[in-house]
């Protein structure tokens, strides 16, 4: 396609908030909108032929609309008309690359005001969080604009939303991407909105891109809505995030609407100039632990913790709180209501700190944020540079400190395991789809395809979207459309990936301007020192801890003990791969709630625990405190509510006291889980009942299979040792079952139902690590 048309604005970015600071949507307060000098390259264009009179009463009304949505002291910026400018007169598709702050939504709300008036049909915004479309429903309201949102959590209001839209009494319409394609929505919603949009909103634009940080397959189903849009309609795509490359992509994807135009690209400076940006190295984990524990209540107002995964969300947050800190716990696994009364304590300073995984990477907005501190480096300084762009939108500073840890990159290689599969992999699942004849569910699709849930939902997303597949009620068919494997694009996107991984590791080591890195990264040209971070201005925070805070954090990091809980139902479509096993497992057959040591993405144990377990780690039997802690938390267990020596919990009922152990065979580990499993047994006083053995000709499988592949490599390969089926009926009781690893549950899971009926009453599963 031709070129995208560009301006890069030039205006310097001095603006203060607004009075009274009030909110222009989810971009920030205040800084909704500003004087400066115009974006070379002029006007937008003509193409509309409407006169410059007519153009500048359109201004005028604009300015009107901003100054209800911000005070009466805002004016719009030179770039912000341009995009105005061409979506209400033009009716063209523009993208705009502005940094966080600079009222990328102000632009979309008096659009939408603007078209209205002129009797268009609603404004659709596809938004990527719960979180943005709660902040931007509020910011309309503020506006006088009526916004309705469809998402995974209003179901109950759906059809009651859609009859508002098709009445005209909704302004905007906010809907997630993964709407996109559920085939009620995408067959029977879809095409009547795209009939009867006025305005398409994609915000966060970058997860278009596969280029992006945050690429998501359901974004690129927009193909679909961008086709069947009425001649004319204008479409604007946002983001703060996207490098050269992804603004290119982007712009390509986006279209221009008819064969004669050009997209509009608006990308401006991406300096922040409330943000102080700094990095301290400290040596462990438990010395950042120690240092929030000191430095948080010195911190600036309210703000965000980040963690790399959800239980290190999780320690920090416990850690914190027993530290006296009002914090609270924010991730992909929290419920939407604990999510939502977190979001209102963070926005009414009841809290001192969200402590955070991703999931509020977008779509998060509180002008005052004073500050974010991420526990360990981001895969990308495009993502850090978003994630710490939710900070100082309406205040004059706010203070941004990286902590890299020595196990950032332990965690970036498992998400990069995640890419998109092998050529062999993707084919399997095509062919099976066609072979099946019938639509398969995600499920139904496990056993015949050697690919976990999440990796393989994603990739039936991405060929939905090239057409290979389709998604339909009951799952997903076969289109029997040619189909390539785009081996160079994939390849080219890891290697971007480890681009980005080698580029965060320099930020934290740089002697240079933290913010130029960052903009430079962004591909900005205006890239310059900014003179506030710790490599222009010097360090503004001390790496020192004090001795208690050390003390307290390494007494939490180096508490023992998680559960996990035991399988309980066999996984679907287990008999089409000659396993007869379907439905709930028997509760007689089931193993009971099990401990571990602690979980691999944890800051504490979990560091020990992958150097220990780690391939390349030669087998040895396993070390003395790693002993005496599993030994520590088989003590909780058993004094712990339903354990032998503890209360009776309120189902009714404790465990009998095991009454032996038995270990699993290990073709990797044989010395470590033989050891474990001796000393626990001599600790415990307790006979080592045998062990449960590969039967011959069944080798361990490697790799992290998905359920239903990994039991069926399990389903006859697991036999007792000789002479335990006779010992544990001898001893008849309650056994401990000795592991490394808890992986996907279902060696456990198989081994148990092996015991119990042989006679174990009960299994007790004691393993060192849980993944995840």
């Given at each position: 396609m031709d070129q995208p048309e560009t301006h890069s604005s030039q205006q310097a970015d001095t603006s203060a908030a607004l009075p009274g600071g009030t909110d222009a949507g989810h971009d920030g307060p205040g800084d909704a909108g500003a004087t400066g000098s115009p974006a070379p390259g002029g006007p937008a264009g003509a193409r509309s032929g409407a006169t410059p009179a007519e153009r500048a009463e359109v201004r005028g009304r604009a300015e009107q609309v901003l100054r209800e949505l911000a005070g009466p002291a805002a004016t719009l910026r030179e770039d912000q008309w341009l995009a105005i400018e061409a979506l209400v007169v033009d009716h063209r598709r523009a993208l705009v690359v502005q940094r966080t702050g600079w009222?990328?939504?102000?632009?979309?709300?008096?659009?939408?005001?603007?078209?209205?008036?002129?009797?268009?049909?609603?404004?659709?915004?596809?938004?990527?969080?719960?979180?943005?479309?709660?902040?931007?429903?509020?910011?309309?309201?503020?506006?006088?604009?009526?916004?309705?949102?469809?998402?995974?959590?209003?179901?109950?209001?759906?059809?009651?939303?859609?009859?508002?839209?098709?009445?005209?009494?909704?302004?905007?319409?906010?809907?997630?991407?993964?709407?996109?394609?559920?085939?009620?929505?995408?067959?029977?919603?879809?095409?009547?909105?795209?009939?009867?949009?006025?305005?398409?909103?994609?915000?966060?634009?970058?997860?278009?891109?596969?280029?992006?940080?945050?690429?998501?397959?359901?974004?690129?189903?927009?193909?679909?809505?961008?086709?069947?849009?009425?001649?004319?309609?204008?479409?604007?795509?946002?983001?703060?995030?996207?490098?050269?490359?992804?603004?290119?992509?982007?712009?390509?994807?986006?279209?221009?609407?008819?064969?004669?135009?050009?997209?509009?690209?608006?990308?401006?400076?991406?300096?922040?100039?409330?943000?102080?940006?700094?990095?301290?190295?400290?040596?462990?984990?438990?010395?950042?632990?120690?240092?929030?524990?000191?430095?948080?209540?010195?911190?600036?107002?309210?703000?965000?913790?980040?963690?790399?995964?959800?239980?290190?969300?999780?320690?920090?947050?416990?850690?914190?709180?027993?530290?006296?800190?009002?914090?609270?716990?924010?991730?992909?696994?929290?419920?939407?209501?604990?999510?939502?009364?977190?979001?209102?304590?963070?926005?009414?300073?009841?809290?001192?700190?969200?402590?955070?995984?991703?999931?509020?990477?977008?779509?998060?907005?509180?002008?005052?944020?004073?500050?974010?501190?991420?526990?360990?480096?981001?895969?990308?300084?495009?993502?850090?540079?978003?994630?710490?762009?939710?900070?100082?939108?309406?205040?004059?500073?706010?203070?941004?400190?990286?902590?890299?840890?020595?196990?950032?990159?332990?965690?970036?290689?498992?998400?990069?395991?995640?890419?998109?599969?092998?050529?062999?992999?993707?084919?399997?699942?095509?062919?099976?789809?066609?072979?099946?004849?019938?639509?398969?569910?995600?499920?139904?699709?496990?056993?015949?395809?050697?690919?976990?849930?999440?990796?393989?939902?994603?990739?039936?997303?991405?060929?939905?979207?090239?057409?290979?597949?389709?998604?339909?009620?009951?799952?997903?068919?076969?289109?029997?459309?040619?189909?390539?494997?785009?081996?160079?694009?994939?390849?080219?996107?890891?290697?971007?990936?480890?681009?980005?991984?080698?580029?965060?590791?320099?930020?934290?080591?740089?002697?240079?301007?933290?913010?130029?890195?960052?903009?430079?990264?962004?591909?900005?040209?205006?890239?310059?020192?900014?003179?506030?971070c710790d490599n222009c201005a010097g360090p503004r925070h001390s790496a020192d801890v004090s001795a208690a805070a050390l003390d307290a954090a390494r007494a939490a990091l180096g508490r023992p003990g998680v559960t996990f809980e035991p399988r309980r139902l066999w996984p679907t479509g287990m008999d089409a791969l000659g396993v007869p096993l379907k439905g709930r497992i028997p509760a007689g057959e089931q193993a009971e709630t099990g401990r571990a040591l602690g979980r691999l993405s944890d800051i504490g144990w979990g560091n020990r625990l992958r150097a220990m377990l780690a391939d390349q780690t030669p087998d040895s039997p396993v070390p003395d405190d790693a002993v005496n802690a599993l030994v520590s938390v088989l003590a909780d267990w058993a004094r712990g509510p339903g354990g032998w020596a503890g209360p009776a919990t309120s189902e009714g009922g404790r465990l009998d006291r095991p009454v032996g152990v038995v270990t699993m065979a290990s073709s990797g580990r044989p010395q470590l889980v033989g050891s474990l499993g001796a000393q626990i047994a001599s600790i415990g006083r307790l006979p080592l009942l045998g062990r449960i053995e590969y039967a011959a000709g069944h080798a361990p499988q490697g790799g992290r299979s998905n359920s239903a592949q990994r039991l069926h490599s399990l389903a006859g390969a697991l036999v007792l040792s000789p002479g335990l089926a006779e010992a544990l009926a001898e001893a008849s009781g309650p056994v401990l079952l000795i592991d490394d690893l808890v992986d996907s549950g279902w060696t456990v899971t198989v081994a148990a139902r092996l015991l119990r009926r042989a006679g174990a009453s009960a299994v007790l599963p004691l393993v060192l690590a849980v993944q995840g």
């Open positions: 009222g990328k939504s102000a632009v979309y709300f008096i659009a939408t005001a603007l078209l209205r008036g002129r009797g268009a049909g609603p404004t659709v915004i596809v938004s990527p969080l719960l979180a943005l479309m709660r902040n931007q429903v509020d910011s309309a309201a503020r506006a006088g604009i009526k916004a309705r949102t469809i998402n995974s959590a209003n179901t109950e209001e759906w059809d009651e939303i859609q009859a508002e839209v098709a009445a005209g009494a909704v302004d905007i319409l906010l809907v997630s991407p993964e709407r996109l394609n559920n085939p009620d929505f995408r067959d029977q919603v879809l095409p009547k909105l795209a009939a009867s949009t006025g305005l398409l909103v994609v915000d966060e634009a970058h997860c278009i891109s596969d280029w992006g940080h945050d690429f998501r397959p359901d974004y690129r189903r927009l193909r679909t809505m961008l086709a069947d849009l009425s001649p004319g309609v204008p479409v604007l795509a946002t983001t703060a995030t996207a490098n050269a490359r992804v603004t290119a992509d982007v712009a390509e994807q986006l279209g221009t609407g008819t064969t004669d135009e050009l997209a509009l690209v608006l990308r401006g400076p991406l300096d922040r100039e409330s943000l102080s940006l700094g990095v301290l190295s400290l040596p462990d984990p438990a010395h950042r632990l120690a240092w929030l524990a000191d430095h948080l209540d010195r911190l600036p107002g309210s703000g965000i913790v980040y963690t790399l995964t959800v239980a290190a969300a999780d320690e920090v947050t416990a850690f914190l709180r027993e530290r006296g800190f009002a914090v609270a716990s924010y991730s992909g696994r929290t419920e939407d209501a604990e999510r939502r009364s977190a979001e209102a304590d963070l926005l009414a300073n009841r809290v001192k700190a969200l402590v955070a995984t991703s999931a509020l990477g977008m779509g998060f907005d509180k002008p005052d944020l004073g500050f974010v501190v991420h526990l360990g480096s981001p895969g990308s300084p495009i993502a850090y540079y978003q994630q710490v762009g939710r900070a100082g939108r309406g205040v004059d500073r706010a203070e941004v400190l990286l902590l890299p840890g020595r196990e950032d990159e332990a965690i970036w290689r498992y998400f990069a395991s995640l890419a998109f599969p092998p050529e062999e992999q993707v084919r399997r699942t095509i062919d099976a789809l066609a072979e099946a004849g019938r639509p398969l569910s995600t499920a139904a699709l496990e056993p015949r395809v050697d690919l976990r849930r999440a990796r393989l939902e994603t990739m039936l997303k991405v060929l939905d979207v090239d057409g290979a597949v389709r998604r339909v009620k009951g799952g997903w068919t076969a289109t029997g459309q040619a189909w390539a494997y785009d081996t160079a694009r994939y390849a080219k996107v890891a290697a971007s990936r480890e681009a980005e991984q080698r580029a965060m590791r320099e930020y934290a080591s740089t002697s240079a301007c933290r913010m130029e890195f960052l903009r430079r990264q962004l591909d900005d040209e205006q890239a310059v020192p900014c003179g506030r």
